[in-house]
């Protein structure tokens, strides 16, 4: 639209406006909406092409959370089943201990009343 505003000359500027110079003000701004057009096409693919890319990373990062949980699922899954015999023979150890207590303890009420039957 510049070139035709500015080739007129300032001494014409008050002349009345014809159909040829409202077609050629017209011709303009359809090339420049024709460019304008063409310029949004081209930024939509641009913008389509970036997010199938970053459709396609954010995939990737998916996976390799869900690898990552995976192992430490395993992880746990190893903790929990170590900590279960860890807890399996600390009990059996508390049971033997209070089986030789309560043993021992037997032992010697038998032996405090077997001393007292014999002292007396």
Known sequence: ????????????????????????????????????????????????AQFVRVAGEFVAVRSEMATGFAEVAGEFVAVRSEMRSLFTTFQDEINKTTMRTGFATFLAVVALFGIDRWWS
């Open 1 to 48: 639209m510049g070139p035709a505003v500015t080739d007129h000359d300032n001494a014409l500027m008050s002349e009345v406006v014809t159909k040829q110079d409202l077609y050629n003000v017209g011709v303009l701004i359809d090339s420049n909406f024709k460019s304008l057009a063409g310029d949004i096409h081209n930024l939509r693919t641009d913008m389509d």
